[in-house]
């Protein structure tokens, strides 16, 4: 690869440059300062601001990084385009509200010694999700997940502060051994039957070489296996429920929404760019005929889905039942992927944009609650409703918007998703989401009972919320009801982002 040639690539990766720098210096920070913690998150701000920014600037940019020499133009191990980007967008905001998350959490205030290995850690995390997002080569795909499990495990575990942050880690360890394990042996057959491990070439093979059906069947679901370990789909899930309750609850919602939109972005792009002949007139993915892509994501759908509602209805843990919720929503996120469209993708992109701002908005009140009763069980949430209106009410709504009713961007998401649904002719799958959804609501309901109907005793004092609390809660809540009635923007964005490059 020559100079120009490189320098090209690099001006494709300028985020990653930055989240790699901002990680260095929070290292470096952490040595020669180390009475001064206080600023590293600001470092970390820093970084992700002028990350985000560089993002957004190339928002349409397109091309091709560090193609291997011989290849052409059509290849390359990192692929710039528009359907990265959202992602990339989704992975910056989620880590600028996990540090202002950080800041509120009383576990992680409780190791402020180790704040700068904290932070560092989370930008590994980052740097392997945005990575793992534009990546067009199995070994890339690989590394980049690696590289973000690593530094997960280790924040899993990191407060130390009781028995269960220990067996978290130790659990998601064990599991992301064997996933990662499964997934390379799924890459290596890959690799043996078609000679590449670039999805264009994967995609060109596939077309034109005589490959035995059952080996190539058997490789591409061990290589789904390590996905859907990611991405918490059943029957990859088992760790999940345990890693979230014993994690520090600010890493729990990281996990929860940028580490799955990380593991839904490699996804689609693994399928579309290696496995799409041809996209018609009306955004309908044409399938290289080797393997049944729809019946396997429709199976994994139902099962992710119906697994994680039934399994939340008897949690009482807060954060448990949370995780449990969170398995249920990667089932109806995968709802998109099995229309194979980019009718479905535009639902994944929407879905995904509402639920990073539900989801975190509703562990973030755990946490705050955790930081005054310290527990996180539901019958201590017994008139938490009138202990704290703000809290209650504000809970209530992002549960509300998990469930999927009106008038909440919740709502709007799964609209998009069933109209792709009904429009691919899967009415099916759209009548046993919505049975799911009603499920669901059982459990969330579950929680405002408790809150507004069940009288502790003795009663609870009031808890006061501070202010910048308050002003996170409703920076989260506000574009929730926004959106659920206006929601046109971001329609439109996810719209213009769907571009996926490779064919």
């Known amino acids: 690869m020559d100079f120009t040639s490189l320098s090209n690539s690099i001006s494709l990766i300028k985020p990653e440059v930055v989240i790699t720098i901002t990680l260095i210096l929070l290292v470096i920070f952490d040595l020669i300062f180390v009475k001064q913690k206080s600023v590293i998150p600001i470092i970390a701000l820093i970084g992700l601001f002028i990350a985000g920014i560089f993002v957004i600037s190339d928002l349409q940019q397109s091309g091709f990084a560090f193609s291997l020499s011989g290849t052409g133009s059509k290849s390359g191990m990192i692929t710039a385009d528009s359907f ?35 932070y ?20 890339l795909m690989y590394l980049s997940m690696e590289l973000l499990s690593l530094s997960s495990y280790v924040l899993a575990g990191f407060t130390k502060l009781r028995e269960r942050n220990s067996e978290a880690s130790l659990k998601y360890l064990i599991y992301g051994a064997v996933s990662s394990g499964t997934m390379l042996f799924g890459i290596s057959m890959i690799y043996g039957m078609t000679g590449t491990t670039n999805l264009n070439e994967i995609n060109l093979a596939l077309r034109h070489i005589q490959i035995n059906w059952l080996t190539l069947s058997f490789s591409l679901i ?8 990611k991405i918490s789909a059943a029957p990859f899930h088992f760790w999940t429920p345990d890693v979230y309750e014993g994690a520090p609850i600010s890493i729990t919602a990281f996990l929860s929404v940028a580490s799955k939109a990380a593991g839904f972005a490699l996804l689609i792009r693994f399928l579309k760019t290696a496995f799409v002949s041809d996209v018609d007139m009306n955004g309908t993915w044409h399938l290289i005929q080797v393997f049944d892509w729809k019946l396997l994501l429709a199976i994994l759908s139902v099962l992710t889905m119906t697994l994680g509602n039934f399994a939340a209805l008897w949690q009482d843990n807060l954060k448990r039942m949370l995780a449990y919720s969170s398995i249920a929503h990667a089932g109806y996120l995968l709802l998109g992927v099995v229309v194979m469209s980019n009718i479905g993708v535009e639902a994944v992109l929407i879905y995904f944009m509402f639920y990073l701002l539900m989801n975190l908005g509703s562990f973030y009140i755990v946490m ?20 704290s209106p703000f809290l209650g009410v504000s809970f209530a709504i992002f549960l509300v918007s998990l469930t999927g009713l009106p008038p909440t961007a919740g709502f709007v998401g799964k609209f998009y998703l069933f109209v792709a649904l009904l429009d691919a002719k899967m009415a099916a799958l759209a009548v046993i989401a919505v049975l799911n959804s009603v499920v669901s609501l059982y459990y969330y309901i579950r929680v405002l009972k408790h809150m507004f109907l069940t009288k502790p005793e003795p ?37 213009s982002c769907i571009t996926i490059l490779g064919l």
Do not use: C, H, W
């Open 84 to 118: 990265g980007s959202y992602f990339k967008i989704l992975i910056i905001l989620a880590s600028i509200l996990i540090v202002f998350f950080s800041y509120s959490s009383n576990e992680i205030q409780k190791v402020t010694d180790r704040l700068g290995e904290y």
């Open 120 to 139: 560092a850690l989370i930008f590994g995390m980052i740097l392997g999700m945005l990575i793992m997002v534009s990546s067009s080569d199995l070994i």
């Open 222 to 229: 061990l290589i789904v296996a390590g996905i859907g370990y």
């Open 368 to 387: 705050l609650i955790a930081n005054k009763i310290g527990s996180e069980d539901i019958n201590d949430y017994d008139g938490l409703g009138y202990a």
């Open 459 to 495: 009663a609870k004092e009031t808890i006061v919320t501070p202010l910048p609390n308050m002003l996170f809660i409703l920076a989260l809540l506000i574009p929730i009801l926004l959106f659920g009635i206006y929601f046109t923007p971001v329609v439109n964005f996810a719209e």
